[in-house]
């Protein structure tokens, strides 16, 4: 068991452009989750699924967003056509569907959109 | 609209001393309080968690007071070392695991 673990960790991109990230977690975890941190802030909801069924989306998850996770293992969160305030740190954490169960995020992906 | 608001936004602590940080939340209906250490370049880890059936949980050198008609939670880490240097955010959630809400965190730095 390697942790949660995300690619790229770092992307830069031009306004404008798709990006696509991709996250693995936990084998035995069944729920996954994406936050977005911006400089000084703390983790922002996006998104969240439990095996392949998203269950959750954020009001910050604006239709240039979407993320699947198909057969309930790697997820991927699509940006399309990039802006400037997409920015930020992209953490993609797991857990078990046990009451009382802490995430376990992964490194993140840094987004830099020019 | 912030659910957890978290206070203060940074802290400095000689190293040996008590750092002390403080959550307030809105939501009566969450009942999962944890505490995450996060350093620079790295994701947020999960370092204490409390549920409100209880006021006080300590592993290690860290604890969690919690008051719930204060609707108030805090992270006490004794003995603080230059190595607890890092950004603290609280968070809640209505069970252990639904979204977590994160608080705006508070950076400290132990000095010697």
């Known amino acids: 068991d390697t942790g949660v673990s995300q690619d790229p960790r770092h992307k830069i991109t031009k306004r404008g452009q798709n990006v696509t990230f991709r996250c693995d977690p936990i084998s035995e975890h069944n729920r996954l989750y994406w936050y977005r941190q911006t400089l000084g802030q703390g983790p922002e909801f996006l998104t969240y699924f439990q095996n392949e069924a998203q269950l959750e989306k954020s009001r910050l998850l604006s239709d240039r967003f979407s993320a699947e996770r198909p057969k309930g293992s790697f997820s991927t969160l699509e940006i399309q056509r990039t802006e400037q305030g997409d920015s930020a740190m992209y953490l993609c954490?797991?857990?078990?569907?046990?009451?009382?169960?802490?995430?376990?995020f992964g490194s993140g992906t840094r987004l830099t959109v020019v | 609209q912030q659910q957890v608001k978290q206070s203060p936004q940074s802290l400095i602590v000689q190293k040996g001393g008590i750092s002390i940080i403080n959550c307030a939340y809105e939501?009566?209906?969450?009942?999962?309080f944890p505490w995450y250490q996060q350093f620079p370049g790295k994701g947020p880890a999960l370092l204490i968690a409390i549920r409100p059936d209880v006021s006080e949980k300590k592993e290690g050198r860290f604890t969690i007071s919690f008051n719930k008609s204060a609707k108030q939670f805090s992270l006490h880490i004794m003995d603080s070392q230059p190595g607890d240097s890092a950004t603290y955010f609280c968070a809640a959630s209505l069970t252990g695991n639904t979204p977590l809400v994160f608080g705006k965190g508070t950076r400290l730095s132990v000095i010697a």
């Open positions: 939501n009566t209906a969450f009942d999962y």
């Open positions: 954490a797991s857990s078990l569907v046990v009451s009382g169960y802490g995430y376990t």
